[in-house]
């Protein structure tokens, strides 16, 4: 895994390929730095980052998604993505690398395949191809709706589908998990920090809804979220 993280960093670094100097530049994303709260009382910290690093024609991409239980304390969840970032169109930039997913247990690996971009409408598109034994695909949308100049509603969808079973991440093959969530945000200074309010729901489905079930886990939770974006 190392060689293979020193691979990437050294494809993301045009100056070390050519001979010709090359910009590079780097930007970093805290997409979500929030709260959830369900009506029981039950808390979750969640952090979504992004950072990059490269020129226009390909970029070191990281990006993680840490979920912390505070009723519990533990890491619920820990998946991040380590790939190089290339345009294939104009709207369009394809993912190519690693994911690496930390549940509660033994952590597991995969290669990554995922294409983001800009589609009609300023729809934020994504998605990927987990490749490994436990292989899934993930496709997610966003739409930031400009109520003011400074006041921004964003609904989000994500939905992950598992293709093979995989206990240690409660997924049944076949099974959905939906992610649905509406942020109303202010953007205080210049887009760089906007905190937000809102709400999130996310739902089970299928052979994954049914393992939850056995575990005496709920299969749909709902949340109220307070937070903050913050973008470098």
């Known amino acids: 895994m190392k060689k293979f993280l020193s691979f990437l960093f050294v494809?993301?670094?045009?100056?070390?390929?050519?001979?010709?100097?090359?910009?590079?530049?780097?930007?970093?994303?805290?997409?979500?730095?929030?709260?959830?709260?369900?009506?029981?009382?039950?808390?979750f910290n969640v952090a979504e980052t992004s950072f990059e690093y490269g020129d226009d024609d390909k970029r070191l991409l990281i990006k993680s998604v840490y979920e912390y239980s505070v009723e519990?304390?533990?890491?619920?969840?820990?998946?991040?993505?380590?790939?190089?970032?290339?345009p294939v169109s104009s709207f369009y930039d394809a993912v190519v690398g690693a994911r690496i997913d930390a549940p509660n247990g033994e952590d597991q690996y995969h290669g990554y395949f995922g294409m983001q971009g800009l589609a009609e409408q300023f729809i934020h598109m994504g998605g990927g191809i987990s490749v490994s034994e436990h292989p899934s695909v993930?496709?997610?949308?966003?739409?930031?709706?400009?109520?003011?100049?400074?006041?921004?509603?964003?609904?989000?969808?994500?939905?992950?589908?598992?293709?093979?079973?995989?206990?240690?991440?409660?997924?049944g093959a076949g099974g959905a998990r939906t992610e649905f969530g509406v942020r109303l945000s202010y953007d205080a200074l210049d887009r760089?920090?906007?905190?937000?309010?809102?709400?999130?729901?996310?739902?089970?489905?299928?052979?994954?809804?049914?393992?939850?079930?056995?575990?005496?886990?709920?299969?749909s939770k709902f949340f109220t979220v307070i937070g903050v974006r913050l973008l470098f």
């Open 192 to 219: 760089t920090i906007a905190p937000y309010i809102g709400v999130h729901q996310e739902r089970l489905f299928g052979e994954t809804a049914a393992l939850a079930r056995s575990e005496g886990k709920a299969t």
């Open 11 to 43: 494809l993301a670094s045009p100056g070390l390929a050519v001979a010709t100097p090359v910009d590079n530049f780097w930007s970093l994303g805290i997409e979500k730095l929030e709260t959830r709260t369900q009506a029981g009382g039950d808390q």
């Open 138 to 171: 993930k496709f997610g949308a966003e739409y930031e709706g400009l109520i003011t100049n400074w006041i921004t509603l964003a609904p989000s969808f994500e939905m992950t589908v598992p293709f093979k079973d995989n206990p240690v991440r409660g997924d």
């Open 72 to 86: 519990e304390s533990t890491v619920e969840k820990f998946d991040s993505i380590v790939g190089i970032k290339f």
